[in-house]
């Protein structure tokens, strides 16, 4: 039998084989080529801001401290600036707000970080250590923040003689006066209070002669004066310690939270609402400095006859 029919046939079972192949091959090219990602159309992580949008609400955390945010002991309803001013901007942006969560100071950044709210709405003064972990917005009114002692006090003529063993400073743990205290008055003793305390324990002690200085906002010490008229005074008064914005915070990350809440206070700001809840609170003259406009409005020039 002649060997040439059996060399035709297995010559075209390799041309088959070959085929496959090739078919096997481009088709496997083709799906690679499918399955490639274009990286622009990759679905990006949701943004804090996203979040809220998608849930139209907006969680805030709060530290009770008059006349910024307080609450009724009887009904648990809060009021204060920063609520007043919470509550408008969710209803300028269409959105709910809802106060998750009463904190305290050192607990404050903690919660940011863990996701239990989304900002800390209780108004809060920026310093370079608390910049450090989280994002500040801009602030939407100033606090100046001065000494203040008994109303019979008469050992001192300078913030420096504050420096003194003999010096008790009213403070409360991670506050604002336990830093000025720690930072500008090392010498001084330090009558200290613990965390969830009311500031105003702070003024009663100064009273009760169980310390001798604190510091705090005219704000706060004009509200407590009201119920204690006459019973301290400012050292120094000209000569504040320190000078802050009273600011929101957001997670350290939340650039387009800040962005948001900035534009929002600005529009509160500029509409004149900041001025009207402001005013609401003030128990007296110039007791929240308030944040200037920036721009100025040119007046007409007088027409002079020649």
Request: hydrophobic letters at 40%.
């Amino acid at each position: 039998m002649s060997r040439y029919p059996a060399e035709t046939s297995t010559a075209t079972t390799r041309t088959m084989d070959w085929q496959m192949i090739l078919a096997v091959v481009a088709l496997l090219l083709s799906s690679a080529g499918c399955n490639q990602r274009d990286p622009s159309s990759e679905a990006q992580p949701s943004s804090a801001l996203d979040n809220i949008v998608l849930a139209r609400e907006l969680r805030c955390s709060y530290l009770l401290y008059s006349p910024l945010i307080r609450k009724d002991p009887n009904t648990g309803e809060l009021s204060g600036i920063f609520y007043d001013i919470m509550e408008e901007i969710g209803r300028r942006a269409e959105l709910e707000i809802a106060w998750v969560e009463e904190v305290e100071y050192e607990n404050i950044f903690i919660g940011l970080d863990a996701n239990r709210y989304d900002v800390f709405c209780g108004g809060l003064w920026p310093s370079s250590v608390r910049a450090k972990v989280a994002y500040f917005t801009i602030p939407v009114f100033y606090s100046v923040i001065t000494a203040w002692v008994r109303a019979s006090e008469e050992r001192w003529d300078s913030l420096e003689e504050l420096n003194d063993p003999s010096v008790r400073i009213a403070t409360k743990d991670g506050a604002l006066e336990d830093i000025v205290a720690r930072t500008d008055y090392p010498k001084a003793a330090r009558a200290s209070l613990s965390q969830g305390t009311p500031f105003s324990q702070n003024l009663l002690n100064i009273i009760a002669n169980k310390a001798d200085v604190t510091f705090a906002e005219p704000g706060t010490v004009f509200e407590f004066l009201q119920t204690n008229p006459g019973t301290l005074k400012q050292l120094k008064p000209d000569e504040p310690v320190r000078v802050f914005g009273n600011s929101l915070v957001v997670r350290r990350g939340d650039i387009d939270l800040k962005l948001f809440l900035d534009a929002a206070m600005r529009e509160l700001l500029f509409s004149g609402a900041i001025d009207r809840i402001l005013a609401k609170y003030e128990t007296g003259p110039n007791l929240f400095p308030r944040v200037a406009r920036p721009y100025t409005i040119n007046q007409p020039v007088a027409e002079t006859s020649p």
